[in-house]
């Protein structure tokens, strides 16, 4: 079964450290993947899409890394801002899938003062 | 350029009835996704339309359905409500159909079944 697994389900920082959030996966065959940013009651936005020859990407603060060969990826957001409270998913599609995502269930982040 | 937009933001019906949901894409953009967002199962994929027609469908009953006009809006219907429908119902706007292309997320319908 494709699954997409996230940890920690939840994680408090104060203002201006770093952290890492972590994504596993065993979606197959790989096409990408995608970290989202969710703030709460609103739509995903994308961060980061990787493909399957890429090991890391960055968006300002956020850096994203891959491993394709143990299937597993990281967020690392850095110098904390109080905007960055919010819901990360990592997003995993399928090849040959067109747009069909398997979603992570998120990383909830405080980001406190 | 203006965003994706979904009507309505909010909705609310009683089990067994029936409700139809609308998103407008980005401009120029060709294929819509929508999805499922609990906070039990998280986002699921329900179905994607690529010039009015369904690429792919997520694991979902026959009671969910869609479809696409020929100016990219798409509407999803969901027949015969039951409570665990409730739910956020988020589209996305995407620029073409290829794996790769960012997906843009209009704000979601928030349907309430009471």
């Known amino acids: 079964k494709n699954q997409v697994e996230q940890s920690p389900q939840s994680l408090i920082i104060l203002e201006g450290k770093n952290c890492t959030l972590q994504?596993?996966?065993?979606?197959?065959?790989?096409?990408?993947l995608r970290w989202y940013k969710q703030d709460t009651g609103r739509g995903p936005v994308s961060l980061t899409i990787?493909?399957?020859?890429?090991n890391t990407k960055s968006n300002g603060r956020y850096t994203a890394t891959l491993d394709a060969d143990t299937k597993q990826s990281s967020l690392h957001i850095t110098a904390s801002q109080l905007s960055d409270s919010a819901s990360y998913i990592c997003v995993v599609s399928l090849n040959n899938a067109g747009n069909m995502l398997t979603f992570g269930g998120g990383t909830r982040l405080m980001v406190k003062p | 350029k203006a965003g994706v937009t979904q009507t309505p933001r909010y909705l609310i019906k009683t089990r067994g009835q029936q409700v139809t949901l609308s998103c407008s894409p980005i401009?120029?953009?060709?294929?819509v996704s929508w999805y499922q967002q609990t906070p039990g199962q998280g986002l699921q994929f329900l179905f994607e339309y690529f010039s009015e027609t369904q690429r792919n469908k997520g694991n979902f009953p026959g009671r969910f359905s869609g479809r696409q006009f020929s100016n990219s809006r798409s509407e999803m219907n969901v027949s015969t409500l039951e409570l665990g429908d409730s739910a956020l119902y988020l589209c996305?706007?995407?620029?073409?159909?290829?794996?790769?292309?960012?997906?843009?997320f209009g704000p979601g319908t928030r349907l309430t079944v009471l």
């Open positions: 996305a706007s995407i620029p073409f159909s290829g794996s790769t292309d960012t997906q843009y």
């Open positions: 401009s120029g953009h060709r294929s």
């Open positions: 994504c596993n996966y065993t979606v197959s065959p790989f096409s990408n």
């Open positions: 990787m493909t399957f020859s890429e």
